[in-house]
């Protein structure tokens, strides 16, 4: 399971690649899709890339072009899997809200008919 910043980041790295197995991208590509609120910084978001790359995701390769750090990305099949999974734990959550309430009616409901019987 991502964290809320893996999950941001993968999230960016996903939608860069556009569906290709690699891309090179830089940090400031990278940082131009993330949320302004979390405060990400080039330094944090190479440290999350890293994590990502040990986790499967992808396979990275840091370079340079004109004097800026570049990051060449090979997306694994967990990667590429990354959009269908985020879709599916969303679809998870939903359920299990869908069924906290409909626990919640039914148990209401029976509360109901106990106090009419009983009470």
Same mark, same amino acid.
């Given at each position: 399971? /991502?964290? *809320?910043?893996?999950?941001?980041?993968? %999230?960016?790295?996903?939608?860069?690649?556009?569906?290709?197995?690699?891309?090179?991208? %830089?940090?400031?590509? !990278?940082?131009? =899709? =993330?949320?302004?609120? @979390? *405060?990400?910084?080039?330094?944090?978001?190479?440290?999350? =890339?890293?994590?990502?790359? @040990?986790?499967?995701?992808?396979?990275?390769?840091?370079?340079?072009? *004109?004097?800026? *750090?570049?990051?060449?990305?090979?997306? @694994?099949?967990?990667?590429?899997?990354?959009? @269908? %999974?985020?879709?599916?734990?969303?679809?998870?959550?939903?359920?299990? !809200?869908?069924?906290?309430?409909?626990?919640?009616?039914?148990?209401?409901?029976?509360? /109901?008919? =106990?106090?009419?019987?009983?009470?």
């Amino acid at each position: 399971m /991502l964290t *809320k910043h893996e999950n941001d980041v993968m %999230s960016a790295v996903y939608s860069l690649c556009d569906g290709t197995e690699s891309c090179l991208v %830089s940090p400031l590509e !990278i940082l131009s =899709l =993330l949320p302004a609120k @979390r *405060k990400y910084n080039p330094e944090n978001v190479d440290g999350i =890339l890293h994590d990502l790359m @040990r986790d499967g995701y992808f396979d990275l390769i840091t370079s340079e072009r *004109k004097g800026e *750090k570049m990051y060449v990305i090979n997306l @694994r099949d967990i990667g590429f899997a990354f959009k @269908r %999974s985020a879709k599916q734990r969303r679809r998870d959550v939903a359920f299990r !809200i869908m069924l906290a309430f409909i626990g919640a009616a039914t148990t209401f409901i029976f509360g /109901l008919i =106990l106090k009419g019987i009983f009470g």
